[in-house]
């Protein structure tokens, strides 16, 4: 349980209360947290030179885990394309320690000039031409592409608190059986299979995921089953194809007692998208019910707003968990009991967080944000959590109306901390505040109403999948982006809330008629519209230096728009 502070926005006519502090049970914390950035953080983080030069074409996995042992062993073949040709390549490789490589093939031999920094591999392929490849086509069309083969063994990290302090998670079921799973957001992909682990660089023709288990259990991954084998050695080899581009993070391994059971889904634009479910054996009733109930209406809420599921072609899945949740793509993680709400609980407190169950609405909803649209580097994480948590709010909106969707994302409000700021630091792997979830989603509120146009603000929403559809972005890409279809500059909006810990202060006093007022707490060109008054509202632009007006005959303004995230303050 994590005490967060209560940010409020009060009438009109009080002055702002004192901070106020409450328990809550909210997911809005940060992956991992570092104060001090070493060398390693840069390798993790940045496009070195040796990352440069390739992009990833496709990953091939092989994992085989041992339950007793806690250890894992397979490879990866990855496929890539040369962006910049040439001799004395290096190319780096990230596997986090303990884990160790093995041997890398290319070609059909061993390279053996290889080295270890800490948590990355240099692969150093010397005399060996690598001639550029265009379009994703080698200068020989009838050549393949290039890829290397990296065999690895040993004992991965185990998560100690997942899904936020990630890692290998190996657990067992009510029955006592093994049940495992990897969870590494943040922690990053590397840290079960060697990858190329940025978010900016993802597998364009999608991954194969081979997992070979004892035959008493059953392993999901991402996308569809491809085949299932039997290793005649009491082992069984699960290979599931995904066919889209897919973040690193994304791709894990369900290991469990797992029944199935499927249904499908008639979507915005026409086609069938199937739904398959994965569960223990002991919940399967559990699930029809809960996942029967929720799924179809929360995909239908979702392409209403944001348009079509962005991965028909790999399918929608829900994998349960023994972790809360994470957005893993076309095989999200469930862990949340078949509860409503956040594990019984309404993050917003207004009672509307319990007509539905928290982790599949949102876990899916990152299906659009998070998968489809991707940040480049985690620091702008806040695109993939604050959209999110925002798609709630939507969901609410779509089913009980626009007052109850007004009603939860300001319930929500009570979780910000404004400890710092959204956007974390880049080129560390780092990313920014725990309010990238509440605070990003009123953040997307408050612009919303100063767009004050609904029609258009969902259009957005859908351009956005669409122009963005299945890419890797920057936050000032999607802030430039709103401005450009909205017609208006919102670039000041999104840097107060996005780059400061300020909160906006409409400071006013009335003289009479005579309305005064300004916006304190804020950064130079602040410029934002607001709405104030009930019932017949006026919308006033307050800036740094105080503006008057006068008021209407007969017109009482109690209180400004409860949708806008600012506190206000009347001074005499």
Same mark, same amino acid.
């Given at each position: 349980?994590?005490?967060?502070?209560?940010?409020?926005?009060?009438?009109?006519?009080?002055?702002?209360?004192?901070?106020?502090?409450?328990?809550?049970?909210?997911?809005?914390?940060?992956?991992?947290?570092?104060?001090?950035?070493?060398?390693?953080?840069?390798?993790?983080?940045?496009?070195?030179?040796?990352?440069?030069?390739?992009?990833?074409?496709?990953?091939?996995?092989?994992?085989?885990?041992?339950?007793?042992?806690?250890?894992?062993?397979?490879?990866?073949?990855?496929?890539?394309?040369?962006?910049?040709?040439?001799?004395?390549?290096?190319?780096?490789?990230?596997?986090?320690?303990?884990?160790?490589?093995?041997?890398?093939?290319?070609?059909?031999?061993?390279?053996?000039?290889?080295?270890?920094?800490?948590?990355?591999?240099?692969?150093?392929?010397?005399?060996?031409?690598?001639?550029?490849?265009?379009?994703?086509?080698?200068?020989?069309?009838?050549?393949?592409?290039?890829?290397?083969?990296?065999?690895?063994? &040993? !004992?991965?990290?185990?998560?100690?608190?997942?899904?936020? $302090?990630?890692?290998?998670?190996? @657990? =067992?079921?009510?029955? +006592? /059986?093994?049940?495992?799973?990897?969870?590494?957001?943040?922690?990053?992909?590397?840290?079960?299979?060697?990858?190329?682990?940025?978010?900016?660089?993802?597998?364009?023709?999608?991954?194969?995921?081979?997992?070979?288990?004892?035959?008493?259990?059953?392993?999901?991954?991402?996308?569809?089953?491809?085949?299932?084998?039997?290793?005649?050695?009491?082992?069984?080899?699960?290979?599931?194809?995904?066919?889209?581009?897919?973040?690193?993070?994304?791709?894990?391994?369900?290991?469990?007692?797992?029944?199935?059971?499927?249904?499908?889904?008639?979507?915005?634009? &026409? !086609?069938?998208?199937?739904?398959?479910?994965?569960?223990? $054996?002991?919940?399967?009733?559990? @699930? =029809?019910?809960?996942? +029967? /109930?929720?799924?179809?209406?929360?995909?239908?809420?979702?392409?209403?707003?944001?348009?079509?599921?962005?991965?028909?072609?790999?399918?929608?899945?829900?994998?349960?968990?023994?972790?809360?949740?994470?957005?893993?793509?076309?095989?999200?993680?469930?862990?949340?009991?078949?509860?409503?709400?956040?594990?019984?609980?309404?993050?917003?407190?207004?009672?509307?967080?319990?007509?539905?169950?928290?982790?599949?609405?949102?876990?899916?909803?990152?299906?659009?944000?998070?998968?489809?649209?991707?940040?480049?580097?985690?620091?702008?994480?806040?695109?993939?959590? &604050?959209?999110?948590?925002?798609?709630?709010?939507?969901?609410?909106?779509?089913?009980?109306?626009?007052?109850?969707?007004?009603?939860?994302?300001?319930?929500?409000?009570?979780?910000?901390?404004?400890?710092?700021?959204?956007?974390?630091?880049?080129?560390?792997?780092?990313?920014?505040?725990?309010?990238?979830?509440?605070?990003?989603?009123?953040?997307?509120?408050?612009?919303?109403?100063?767009?004050?146009?609904?029609?258009?603000?969902?259009?957005?929403?859908?351009?956005?999948?669409?122009?963005?559809?299945?890419?890797?972005?920057?936050?000032?890409?999607?802030?430039?982006?709103?401005?450009?279809?909205?017609?208006?500059?919102?670039?000041?909006?999104?840097?107060?809330?996005?780059?400061?810990?300020?909160?906006?202060?409409?400071?006013?006093?009335?003289?009479?008629?005579?309305?005064?007022?300004?916006?304190?707490?804020?950064?130079?060109?602040?410029?934002?519209?607001?709405?104030?008054?009930?019932?017949?509202?006026?919308?006033?632009?307050?800036?740094?230096?105080?503006?008057?007006?006068?008021?209407?005959?007969?017109?009482?303004?109690?209180?400004?728009?409860?949708?806008?995230?600012?506190?206000?303050?009347?001074?005499?």
């Amino acid at each position: 349980m994590k005490i967060i502070p209560r940010h409020l926005t009060v009438s009109f006519f009080v002055c702002c209360l004192p901070v106020l502090t409450i328990p809550s049970l909210s997911c809005a914390q940060p992956l991992h947290q570092s104060h001090k950035f070493t060398r390693q953080d840069s390798l993790r983080g940045t496009i070195t030179p040796e990352r440069a030069w390739w992009n990833v074409v496709s990953y091939n996995i092989q994992v085989t885990p041992d339950y007793q042992s806690k250890t894992i062993k397979g490879w990866n073949q990855v496929t890539f394309s040369v962006l910049k040709g040439g001799k004395k390549k290096k190319m780096q490789i990230d596997l986090q320690q303990p884990l160790i490589i093995d041997s890398i093939i290319f070609n059909n031999k061993k390279i053996k000039n290889y080295t270890r920094d800490g948590n990355v591999y240099l692969v150093n392929f010397g005399t060996i031409n690598l001639p550029a490849t265009k379009n994703g086509m080698t200068e020989n069309r009838s050549a393949a592409l290039p890829s290397i083969k990296i065999y690895y063994h &040993g !004992k991965p990290r185990e998560a100690r608190n997942p899904p936020w $302090d990630g890692g290998w998670i190996w @657990s =067992k079921d009510s029955k +006592g /059986r093994p049940w495992m799973t990897v969870a590494c957001q943040g922690l990053g992909a590397s840290v079960w299979y060697p990858c190329k682990d940025h978010q900016s660089d993802e597998p364009d023709m999608g991954a194969l995921l081979q997992v070979r288990v004892p035959d008493s259990l059953v392993a999901v991954g991402n996308g569809k089953l491809y085949s299932k084998d039997d290793q005649h050695d009491g082992t069984v080899l699960y290979t599931w194809h995904v066919k889209s581009p897919i973040n690193n993070y994304n791709i894990v391994p369900y290991i469990g007692k797992y029944v199935h059971w499927a249904d499908h889904f008639t979507g915005e634009n &026409g !086609k069938n998208l199937s739904l398959d479910y994965w569960v223990l $054996d002991y919940n399967l009733e559990k @699930s =029809k019910k809960q996942f +029967g /109930r929720d799924v179809k209406p929360m995909l239908t809420a979702f392409e209403y707003w944001f348009g079509p599921y962005p991965f028909y072609e790999d399918g929608f899945k829900l994998v349960e968990s023994s972790h809360l949740g994470m957005e893993h793509q076309s095989a999200t993680a469930y862990g949340n009991h078949y509860l409503n709400g956040y594990l019984g609980r309404d993050l917003s407190g207004t009672g509307w967080g319990l007509k539905w169950d928290y982790i599949i609405i949102h876990e899916s909803g990152h299906e659009w944000f998070a998968n489809n649209i991707t940040t480049n580097d985690i620091a702008d994480m806040w695109v993939h959590e &604050g959209f999110t948590m925002y798609s709630e709010a939507l969901f609410v909106e779509y089913y009980y109306g626009k007052k109850a969707g007004d009603e939860y994302v300001q319930g929500i409000r009570a979780n910000i901390a404004n400890d710092r700021p959204l956007i974390g630091p880049y080129g560390v792997n780092q990313e920014g505040s725990g309010d990238m979830y509440n605070k990003g989603a009123n953040l997307l509120h408050t612009v919303r109403q100063v767009i004050n146009n609904d029609s258009l603000f969902r259009n957005i929403l859908r351009g956005l999948n669409k122009d963005f559809y299945h890419k890797t972005v920057d936050s000032r890409e999607v802030e430039a982006y709103f401005s450009k279809q909205a017609g208006k500059d919102l670039s000041k909006i999104f840097d107060q809330y996005l780059r400061t810990v300020k909160i906006p202060v409409l400071e006013y006093k009335m003289t009479g008629r005579k309305l005064s007022y300004r916006w304190t707490n804020c950064m130079e060109g602040f410029n934002m519209p607001l709405k104030i008054g009930t019932g017949r509202a006026l919308l006033i632009s307050p800036k740094k230096e105080w503006q008057e007006m006068d008021l209407p005959l007969n017109y009482s303004i109690d209180q400004v728009d409860k949708n806008f995230y600012i506190t206000v303050k009347k001074v005499e």
